[in-house]
């Protein structure tokens, strides 16, 4: 992998006001100046070539870019991260990535409120166009801590089922600088702490994190994120290995601030989002998993009374793209999900799930066919040896057993950090018949509970993504995607096969084949 870095380099740049598209030069032209930005600022008219490729504004002039940071992999076809900011607007940025053939980007000027989008189209014009600040700048405001769930939410926090695996795990000295949610996989989001690694006795750092802290932050987005591959670390070796347009970063800072995103920062070098500390890990997981949520493209959740839409007490619901604040009364059976605006009044409509999915792929089913039971000694079902994974709305896992008859006592629940999982659980029991002895969704809790006498024959037990309400009011099985995990007891077993434990599912080895740098490149938006 060959990579090149320009640091202090200046380089012009049209930005056009108005709403509609100008073009300013073929992607190859306007490729060539980021690769070869002049060093010296005296001389950056020679650069104001990219106005002229274009349809030149009098009424906007040029803006210079200073490129603080480049870097170009040459195995990937030449594909370059130039971010950097504007010269002469204080608080701007500016962002663009892609390869020779396909460009998107934008500037901010995020103190004045402006922001231009570049993206090229199917002739492989690169055009230019004023969009609201929010596709280039998302500062976030979503509400306050409450202090008083203090107890509450870490009390609830780390209550686990009785054996799990990677990021399910309770921390137990587990190296915080070395951690991966899914090994192997393609996609890389990375959570830089190197701010907080100073010692906190001589820095002005506000809160004192330990060990337990940063590793709940860590599980909360891998749980948030754990229905797609992609592999959320804290190992910055891993993510300098993986090519640039699959890695994404997320910076944290030890001091108050408002947390702020650069949407569609996917396949770029610079901090993504930059999230400031709040009073524990937990919570900012779920800040860190909104804010990562923009990286992606995503907008804000909303409503016709609220920016932030709060949620549905009734069900302990709320959309993380929303307001994550109510859950802090809810405790472990808070629910925070992915949203396509199917709730009345929602202002944003669009499709959470397909919108992250243009950057990293699905997970697969874990559990395609019907899979036995796994009874131990006394007829106990343990979560170590019976758990999969809801990986979409569709998902159905079934789990078979044979009984001469008794009492069936199973509890169905998810196994990862509740402020990251997303998966709200239906279990229904059905006979050989295919009769339903039993289903179980009770509301506002995530588990399901199957508890009944049943007579001697064969059972299955069928797991999904559960719904409460209608997805007017409510939620529907849209976003209940997860892990989960069966303990409890079957009692008189017979017949039952014992396959071996479930174990995680690996990464899915995909081909490097190249995506494009904008999400729709024939289009102005992504």
């Not at 006001?17 to 032209?29: L, P, Q, V």
């Not at 996609?187 to 906190?200: G, K």
């Amino acid at each position: 992998m060959g990579r090149t870095t320009a640091l202090a380099a200046c380089a012009a740049l049209a930005a056009l006001a108005g709403a509609s598209a100008h073009g300013i030069g073929k992607n190859r032209d306007v490729y060539a100046r980021l690769m070869a930005p002049t060093r010296d600022r005296r001389s950056a008219a020679a650069l104001s070539g990219w106005v002229a490729m274009g349809t030149p504004d009098p009424v906007a002039p040029a803006l210079e870019v200073e490129l603080l940071d480049r870097e170009v992999d040459e195995a990937d076809g030449g594909y370059i991260s130039a971010t950097g900011r504007l010269l002469g607007h204080e608080g701007s940025d500016f962002m663009m990535k892609g390869t020779p053939d396909n460009l998107y980007g934008w500037a901010a000027l995020v103190d004045e409120g402006r922001a231009f989008e570049y993206t090229t189209g199917a002739d492989g014009e690169v055009t230019v166009a004023e969009v609201p600040l929010e596709k280039a700048h998302v500062e976030c405001e979503v509400g306050e801590e409450e202090e008083a769930s203090t107890a509450e939410v870490d009390a609830d926090a780390h209550r686990e089922a009785d054996s799990l695996a990677i990021h399910e795990a309770a921390y137990a000295g587990q190296d915080i600088r070395k951690l991966q949610s899914l090994p192997g996989a393609k996609m890389v989001l990375y959570l830089d702490y190197s701010d907080f690694w100073v010692d906190v006795r001589t820095s002005d750092a506000v809160r004192r994190y330990n060990k337990q802290h940063f590793y709940d932050n860590w599980r909360v987005p891998s749980a948030g994120f754990s229905m797609f591959e992609l592999n959320v670390v804290t190992d910055k070796a891993v993510y300098d290995r993986t090519p640039i347009r699959n890695r994404a970063k997320a910076c944290f800072y030890n001091e108050d601030g408002r947390s702020y995103a650069r949407p569609h920062s996917i396949g770029t070098n610079g901090c993504g989002s930059t999230n400031y500390v709040k009073r524990n890990g937990v919570i900012l997981g779920k800040v860190t998993l909104h804010e990562a949520g923009h990286q992606f493209g995503l907008g804000h959740d909303g409503d016709t009374h609220n920016s932030y839409h709060k949620g549905d007490r009734r069900f302990r619901w709320t959309p993380i793209m929303g307001s994550h604040w109510p859950g802090e009364w809810w405790g472990s059976q808070a629910l925070y999900q992915w949203s396509m605006g199917e709730y009345k009044g929602a202002t944003n409509r669009e499709d959470d799930l397909a919108k992250i999915g243009r950057y990293v792929q699905r997970r697969t089913d874990d559990i395609r066919a019907p899979r036995a039971l796994v009874v131990g000694g006394n007829g106990r079902v343990s979560v170590a040896q019976n758990r999969g994974k809801i990986t979409d709305r569709t998902d159905v896992d079934s789990f078979t057993f044979s009984t001469a008859g008794g009492r069936v006592d199973l509890t169905v629940t998810r196994t990862e950090l509740y402020a990251g999982s997303m998966l709200d659980i239906e279990a229904t029991l059905r006979d050989s018949s295919g009769r339903v002895v039993v289903r179980s969704n009770p509301t506002a809790d995530r588990s399901a509970y199957i508890d009944r006498t049943v007579g001697a024959g064969d059972y299955t037990l069928d797991i999904r993504g559960g719904a409460e309400g209608t997805p007017q009011s409510g939620f529907s099985t849209y976003s209940s995607l997860g892990n989960y995990g069966i303990s409890g007891t079957v009692a008189n077993v017979a017949g039952a096969a014992t396959p071996e434990p479930a174990t995680p599912q690996p990464a899915t080895p995909q081909p490097a084949t190249p995506q494009p740098a904008t999400p729709q490149p024939t289009t102005a938006t992504p």
